[in-house]
Every structure is written in C-alpha cells, then in structure tokens.
C-alpha cells in the first residue's frame, strides 16, 4: 500500500491526510485500516484521536500514545480543535424552509437510540447547473428520462463542526435538502445515479482545514482536496 502522508508532527500526535476508501479501524471483513496500515508505516502502535467516514479524505489527528490520545480526545471534546470541512452537493441549502447562501444547521442526530445535539455551520462558495448528456440507449427507449436527466444543480460548501456526531454533516445536509454528491447512505440515490454520469463515483466530502492548539498558539492546516473532488468543483 502507498504510504499514509504526514503532514505534521510532534512528541505527541501525527496529522496526516486519509485518502478516501480507507476505513479507520479494524474489525471484521477490513482488510487495511489506518491504524493497522500507519502502525506498520511507523513501526510503533498508534491510537486514534477521532474519525473519519471511510469515504471522507483529509485531515485527521493520531496520537503516539494512550496518553497523548486521552489529552487530545479532551481537547477536542473542549472544542480547542476547529475543523472545517469541503463538499460538493446537490442543490442549496435550506434553512426554515428558505434557501440560504450561509448559516448554522441543528438537527439532532440519533446515535445507539439517543437523540444528541449537533450543531453545523454551513456557507456556499460556488453554485451552478451542469448539464449532463443522456445516455444514448436512454434516449432512445425513453424520451421523458432523458429530458429529465438533462441537468443537475450542484454546490460547493464550506463547513465548519460545532459538534463532532457521527455523520453529522451528511446527515444535516441531507435533512437540508442539499445532500452530498455519492453519499450512499444519507444521500439522495436518483441523483446520484445522475452525478455518476459525469464521472463522479465517490463520496464528495473532505476535511480540509483543521486548527489545532500547539504550543499556545492556534496553528491553521491545510490540505488540498482530492482530485474526484476537483473534478466535481471544475464541472461548476
């Protein structure tokens, strides 16, 4: 497997870019996960800090022990780590039934039957109609679907978490109407099944901004994003 890429580190913690298809850990039936895979990169066990969907590529904190992972867990969940999120979805948000360029979703979330808070805060960068050429075999056995796949209206959004719930993000923009291009779970199937005709096949979600306390000060990384996300931005 090709190396996991580092992008910082330290006497206690690694920051590095998780590639999209990549499951964090271990269980039944995952061949490769991160831990296991960045454990052997290193030659020395690592601890996870928090999690990415197997999908979703970017910016992710490990620790180098049990004890750094515990300060860090604390720090996150003390709201001292910002990330900040990039994805391509369908249509615009709406925000008490009233499109909107910018705001803050808060939907709860369900997680092992409990209702939990989860706070989004959402601004659209770029927005716009693609058009999509109708397959030829659709065309010929089915003039209405054709017509009807003739366009898709994509975004591009930035997001920031104010609470870090599982699938929090898919699951708020979903409820929003605008949900993430290829989100097999939360997503909306018909469109997606459109989007695969332009060439876009995997989750468009990605961590690419993350702000982390070092050394008293607020540091700012950056990672670009994925080249199956670019392709989605550069339809726009």
């Known amino acids: 497997m090709k190396n996991i890429q580092i992008v910082y580190e330290n006497e206690e913690i690694l920051l590095i ?19 296991e895979e960045l454990s052997k990169q290193l030659g020395y066990k690592v601890f996870l800090v928090h999690r990415l969907d197997k999908e979703t590529s970017g910016l992710m904190v490990v620790a180098k ?24 979805c369908f249509a615009l948000p709406c925000v ?13 979330v369900v997680k092992a039957g409990r209702e939990l808070n989860a706070v ?14 109708p397959e030829s075999e659709i065309a010929v056995k089915n003039t209405k679907s054709a ?22 993000i898919r ?11 290829q989100d097999d779970k939360h997503g909306n199937f018909k469109l997606n099944k459109k989007a695969r005709k332009l060439g876009l096949k995997r989750l468009c979600l990605a961590a690419t901004t993350i702000t982390l306390p070092i050394d008293g000060k607020k540091t700012v990384f950056n990672v670009e994003l994925p080249e199956h996300i670019k392709k989605a931005v550069e339809l726009l």
């Open 65 to 88: 022990s049990a004890a750094a992972a515990n300060k860090w867990i604390g720090l996150i969940a003390g709201k001292q780590v910002k990330k900040e999120y990039t994805a391509v």
């Open 147 to 168: 017509f009807e796949s003739e366009e898709i209206e994509l975004s591009v959004l930035h997001l920031t978490l104010g609470t870090g719930r599982m699938h929090q």
């Open 96 to 108: 008490n039934g009233k499109t909107a360029l910018a705001g803050t979703l808060k939907d709860n």
């Open 120 to 133: 989004t805060d959402f601004k659209v960068l770029k927005s716009g109609k693609v058009k999509i050429v």
């Open 17 to 35: 870019n998780k590639e999209a298809g990549m499951s964090v850990q271990g269980g039944a039936g995952i061949a490769h996960s991160l831990d």
């Open 171 to 181: 699951i708020h923009l979903a409820k929003a109407g605008c949900p993430i291009v």
